[in-house]
């Protein structure tokens, strides 16, 4: 994501939250994006619950609520940490607490306390795995999921190397 610091910094959470929203894929999951913060750490994305987004028993379909959550926690880190660090999903688990009958939302955070605790466990070792733990509520703030996600975080020379030994 080179291109997007050539760009005026008040243009970037923009285009992020735009570039999800036309995104083939996460369309098709029915999310939106809805905001992006300045300062590139946050994500805030909304799942109305409609015809696109319901099971065949009437509430919101789980892999609509899986989907919306894949992709954010890394494109903040890899906006966070920059182009020496090589960052994907690794794994990532769902646990259903109620059926979701009303528009739900999801926030993803990467705080710079979470940035600073990444490099520096970097420096100390090539990779490591984070768990991010997202909650899908209504507006009441009422829980009807819980994501958890693994993210996969290396330093890219180390990356490089275990990909050409392998």
């Known amino acids: 994501m080179n291109w997007l610091q050539k760009l005026p910094p008040a ?3 923009h285009v992020v939250r735009i570039g999800f929203n ?4 996460y369309r ?11 300062d590139l750490t946050t994500m805030r994305v909304r799942l109305p619950f409609g015809r696109a987004t319901r099971n065949a028993v009437g509430s919101m379909f789980g892999g609509s609520l899986f989907g919306i959550t894949d992709g954010p ?19 990532a688990s769902i646990q259903y ?10 926030e993803f955070v990467i705080s710079a306390q979470e940035v600073a605790e ?3 466990i970097l420096t100390r070792q090539p990779e490591v795995d984070r768990i991010y733990r997202i909650e899908l509520k209504d507006r009441q703030g009422i829980v009807h999921a819980i994501i958890e996600r693994t993210v996969y975080i290396a330093r890219r020379a180390h990356y490089v190397q275990k990909s050409a030994g392998q």
């Open 28 to 38: 098709r999951t029915g999310g939106r994006v809805e905001h992006v913060s300045p």
């Open 97 to 106: 607490k109620r059926p979701g009958r009303d528009t739900l939302y999801a």
């Open 11 to 13: 243009w970037r959470p």
């Open 22 to 25: 036309l995104h083939p894929a």
């Open 118 to 120: 990444v490099r520096d």
């Open 73 to 91: 926690h890394p494109t903040l880190l890899i906006l966070a940490l920059g182009p020496d660090y090589v960052i994907w999903d690794r794994s």
